[in-house]
């Protein structure tokens, strides 16, 4: 089973917020997340985490961001679980199976999780797109136990030796 496009968009974001609060490098969450992925679906490389991870850090700096780049990132995060488009709420609860489950053909379009980030963050400016509640976080979100296990994973030094 293939890994969903909006599984991996979080994923993403969320290897790009950690590196953001952490003195480790950005390649250490790229491989946290690839290893977690790659568990439940097909492989997923680190370095499909690391490229778009990379260019979603580059736009924050374009932007200037600052001290709301992690937010941003959560709120990206929140809205891809949310939301299967603007204004199109995902259905959390699925008739049959679990709201993780894999795909039968690959989904992942990598240049799209930037542009989907940059797009975000554009409809954010113009109010059109929901920000995450405040104190949500993916290690307690209840609708994806697999993903909030992974994001609660903890990185030390000691993992990129």
């Known amino acids: 089973m293939y890994c969903p496009n909006w599984i991996f968009d979080i994923a993403v974001a969320r290897a790009a917020s950690e590196y953001l609060s952490s003195e480790i490098g950005i390649d250490a969450f790229a491989n946290k997340y690839s290893e977690g992925l790659s ?11 690391l490229g778009p991870a990379e260019a979603m850090l580059l736009f924050l700096a374009e932007i200037e961001a ?3 780049a992690v937010e941003l990132l959560n709120d990206f995060c929140f809205y891809r679980l949310m ?9 959390l609860k699925p008739l049959f ?9 690959p989904d992942i379009n990598l240049d799209g999780t930037a542009k989907s980030f940059r797009a975000y963050v ?3 400016r113009s ?3 929901p920000k995450a509640p405040l104190g ?24 990129i030796i």
């Open 127 to 129: 109010n059109t797109v």
């Open 66 to 68: 600052g001290d709301m």
């Open 97 to 105: 199976g679990a709201l993780e489950d894999g795909l039968k053909a």
């Open 122 to 124: 554009f409809a954010l």
């Open 136 to 159: 949500w976080n993916l290690e307690n979100e209840e609708n994806m136990p697999k993903m909030a296990e992974l994001a609660a994973k903890q990185l030390s030094v000691l993992d």
């Open 39 to 49: 568990e439940i679906y097909n492989e997923v490389p680190a370095e499909s985490i």
């Open 83 to 91: 939301n299967e488009a603007v204004g199109k709420p995902r259905k």
